[in-house]
């Protein structure tokens, strides 16, 4: 197909406001007689709170509030379950968990109040491994987890701390083992990762004359944010009115209230607007990190080289609270993608979410598939290896079909992993020679669903000619309203300038907002349909106003004429001037997509590194990213995810480490908690293997989550090929391929 | 931040004697890179701050009998970019090249840096391995010190709270001299050294054997390490792999590290084996040349 | 201890080619102050410690870090803000080739990002991708992966400042 | 954090034990603690100084004898302590194990588990760490030397 709008690479649509400075984050939010919030945070991993003293903070000049639990409503708080007190009441569950917060004219005047809050406690035993808090003398952090609100039933545990167990499987594991004639069994962990946003959470609350809580708040599911604030203090929801804010990098992290509930209970009290940043400190010792995970794998193999039964068993480490988890199953989805790129007809699955005294787990970037690819792939050459196949031959064999059953129950259409991994090998130097020793190459691969979920919008044609559309979804950075705009302009078609996108989250009052890759498909597609419908409205007012039937109109160079002659012709805005007042020229919509499509999207990487054998230091020489794509509707916008996601992905497998020891995050700035900067880029060469069929609007396909995957994995296997050493745990940093190196020339002498 | 009292003076003895009177309830304050994190993590609580920020004249890079004078309030930046010390002290260019960030290295000065003594620094390791001395000053007269005892422990120099570091002197280099620091990184390309090693290495013209050489360590103790055992091994000594291997070694038994993010103290102290060896083969190199 | 007189000072200061003299706390710090005192929250804070590049402003036209330095240290300066890099309402080059080549995505690293770039084509209209890098080395951007910002700098280049 | 240290001490076991059992000895060889008051039998109220460069810390706080166990020679001492002007604290658990080596000659292992906590746990960990043990050490130092020289 030819387009004219879908595939041109347009800039954001928030460009101008974001180069400029005039772009409002939630920190830039600046309300007359605003006062500023700070939390007092445990010191100890597990303790009971034996009594709290504010009253020499309250009695500093300049402070106007100081709350603890007990000035509070009784309530949970939680993106799906809620097992998270707004502030700590009677004990504490993690280092870092907030216990009192003050409310001051000026940031630091508060900080100065909370070194003056007496706390004292009595300390707990602790668990801090997932697997020790599933034993059964562990210590019970949450005794009556199965009382909390929205705690699902369905997934409830018999071991302890286990807050969520999901099981997904296809065929008959059991009778799939007694199929293979080999039997493999490896376990692999992984570690906390921040979602290294730039801006970190803040919120803004404001409770006007009327008790209603105005809240600014980054958040991209903000109409979900309305829902949860109005339940955690105890609002009916239309009492709380969410604004719109630009959010400043989300990667899955930005979907809870963190302190808006305290904002509100703060202004309420004070009168005064209330606003609360968090510190990057804060981020990393109570933000949301990434699960680490130990994944236990065990595959049976014919002596064909066909994997027949597959079985994982995938323990996440949720922390604290599993308050940060926004799907029902409260656990963590990718980890039904253990099973990899293959389709294995025997496959059980088993998730656990373990609640343990450690910083509580969040959704990070394809929560779950870079932990779980990381040992799938992993595994995959290990197995090859021990068979005696060559790696890229033994997943060949076993590769994914049209028709096969992924465990999660999908039945895939239009399955292109073949040739997404042949593009990947084919634009890599795989099987040349290498210009140094300790130069290796690795292959790793993944798919990605896109999520269902709910969209709204509405759409509407202005006095001035522009269709508007109005989203709950605010900007991410995604670039999902140039995307909006773009299938709006096409389906019209209309000149882009002439279309707009606002977020006003305020006019809805439910939506599942950003996430899971969902945007382009779930709202654009109702975008989409609602572009045709209003067009349709458009074009009977303008054959009213044109004196004709509506079949006689044609729009030609965004104006209205009747067929054959051009002698009357009616701009849009001539159009919404004749149809002004007409309810059929404002439409608005709900659309729920329950399943997830049956096309995936697949990707492939290849990495060639080179190893410094003296001290371990990995130096990728090349990426090569490869993923199938339908039609891309914004190639800036598309490549942007791609390169991101891969940069991303590259410092989880090697540099970034949210590091505890015994619950205690000792990386707690951005100068220990290193991200990935520009000198660290490797070259790196995207092949897009293209073909329109995509579930999206256009047959576009989703790639928001994809390239961060299977990076982590290929680097893994990459390191193997340099230097034979396989690792079972992330990140893979210098120190550990020395260790590792030196642990194999000892064992070798 | 906790409040305090800031006070700009406008000359050096303004500074002094604020400093002679306030004592250690006073902290100095020049780029602010180091000190104002502190402030703002509360770590530091003092009552005043002395600004040195409008002082003129101790932030020009000279040379004066071959000897190289960094005015304390330098820049990094200024020292990095300067055509005087890259002609006659590249090394020293190399090195403060490395330090952090661009826009760090705008605000951070050289006397800041000495001062603030964060033993994972890049700067003192070559500085030290230059010979580099200390210019101090306070109410009471001046004194030099040498670099190699300047530093005393974690954040802690012989700096009296009266005190201040006003320059940094760098002698020339003998002839058939070459200097390297390397700087190992292997997380990201802005990070702290896991290990950063200076090696000053002259050559005997004709013999082509080493006539003196200057070892220094960084990130591997509680201060800059200059490792002696190591240097009188390769005195008099031509370089082979071997006597590397040899040096190395005895650099590794000097270093106390502390294992952090940056690596364990066992990795840091290997590593101090291995980017010996490497910064001596770059200095002879250059020796060489 | 010194009264709460003496802890503030007035500062004199031109932002943006605009003077201004205000009384500040000592302990404000500069980022706070141009975000708060004068409303200019285009300059965002990200890490507090100097790292990520977000409050990237330019004193005296060289790239520091906002919130590494105290307000009191701006007085007597220059400062260049975000907001000051577009004249008369229209982009500069560095801006609209952000835009066009897709050099944020977020935006929260952008307002560092662009200033950056601007003291960096100032110095040098032609940089090469090596020099891009060094100077944008303390400017994290979690959303590009960098590729594109690289490539919005060199679409940038070979002139000198519209301004 | 676990730190530990042994050290052999020319003394004989007993005299080492009944050392360690008064707290003014052991405030003795404890480098950095300021003072250091009986409040009842067992629990003691001090003041101990550390300083790490330019920041100083001064912990106020208690210590008490938890377990005096002369059968099996090992006793175990709890400090809790908090640094008011910083906002940190610091929880430690030190244990003292004698072995007997000769008529003359003892083993001392001291183990200690601390953690500090609030801003100065954040931030300087690492170099915590190391002045932690370097105190422990001294503290060794100290007892061997005191008991040694009498």
Known sequence: MTYTVVGKPLGQVEGPAKVTGAATFTADVILPEMIWGKVLRSPLPHARIVSIDTKAAEQMPGVLAVLTARDLPDTLTGRVVYDTPVLARDQVRFIGEKVAVVAAEDPDVAEDALALIEVEYQELPAVFDAEEAMNPDAPLLHPDYRSYPHAPEKFFSELPNVHSHVTWQVGDIQEGFAQAQQVFEYTFTTHSQHQGFIEPHASVVSVDSEGRAHLWISNKMPVRAQKLLADAVELPQEQVVVHPVCIGGDFGGKGSLMDAPLCYHLSKRTGRPVKMVMTYTEELMAGNPRHPATISLRTGVTDQGKVVAFQARVVFDSGAYAGFKPVPIVNIPGANSAAGVYGTPHVKIDAYSVYTNCVPSGHVRAPGDPQVTFAVESSMELIAEAMGIDPLEFRKRNLVQDGDLLPDGHRLEHVRIRQTLEAAIESSNWGKPKAHPHVGRGVAASYRHIGAGEANAEIRLESDGTVKVITPVPDTGTGAHTVLQQVVAETWPLPVEQVQVEARPELFETDSGAGASRVTYVVGQLVKEMTEELRASVCRVAATALECQAEEVVFEDGHYTVKGSSDRTLTLAQVAEAGSGKPELSIRKTQVNRDNPQVTTFTAQVVELEVDPETGQIKILEVVTSHDVGTIINPIGHRGQIDGGLIQGIGFGMIEEVVMEEGQVSTLHLGDYKLPNIKDIPPLKTVLVQEEIGPAPFQSKAIGESSITPIAAAIANAVYDAVGVRFYNLPITAEKVYRALRERDSNGE | MHNFEYREPDTLEEVLALLGELGEEAKIVAGGTALVIMLNQRLLVPSHLISLRKLRDIDQIESSDGTLQLGALATLRAVETSPLVKEQSPVLAETYAQVATLRLRNMATVGGSLAHADPNQDPPVTLMALDARVGLASANGSREVALDEFFIDYYETVVRPDELVTRVMVPRAAPHTGSAYLKFLPRTSEDYATVGVAARVSLEPDSGVCQDCRLVLGGVGATPLRARDAEDLLKGQKSTPELLEAVGAAARQLTDPVGDSRGSAQYKRAMTGVFVGRAIDQAWERALA | ?163 | MNFSQTCSISAGRQKVWDFLMDMENVSQCLPGVESMEKLEEDLYQGVYKIKVGPIALKFQGTLKFEVRDEQQWHAEMRAEAKDRRLGGGVRALLEVDLTEQGPDQTEMRVSLESHVLGKVGEFGQPVMRKKTDAILQEFARQVSEKLAGE
Request: charged fraction near 20%.
């Open chain 3, 1 to 163: 201890m010194a009264s709460e007189k003496t802890m503030t000072r007035t500062i004199r200061l031109r932002v943006n080619g605009k003077e201004h003299s205000l009384e500040v706390p000592s302990r404000r710090l500069l980022v706070d102050c141009l975000r708060y005192d004068l409303g200019l929250t285009g300059t965002k804070e990200g890490c507090s410690v100097g790292v990520c590049g977000a409050c990237t402003v330019l004193m005296d036209g060289q790239p520091i870090s906002s919130c590494l330095a105290l307000a009191v240290f701006a007085d007597g300066k220059e400062i260049v803000t975000v907001e000051g890099i577009a004249r008369e309402g229209k982009l500069d080059r560095v801006q609209q080739s952000f835009i066009d080549h897709g050099g944020f995505q977020c935006g929260s690293c952008t307002p560092g990002m662009v200033v950056t770039a601007r003291a960096l084509l100032d110095a040098n209209p032609n940089p090469s991708q090596d020099e891009i890098k060094e100077w944008m080395l303390g400017n994290l951007c979690r959303c590009t992966g960098y590729y594109q910002i690289i490539e919005s700098i060199q679409g940038a280049a070979g002139e000198a400042s519209d301004a």
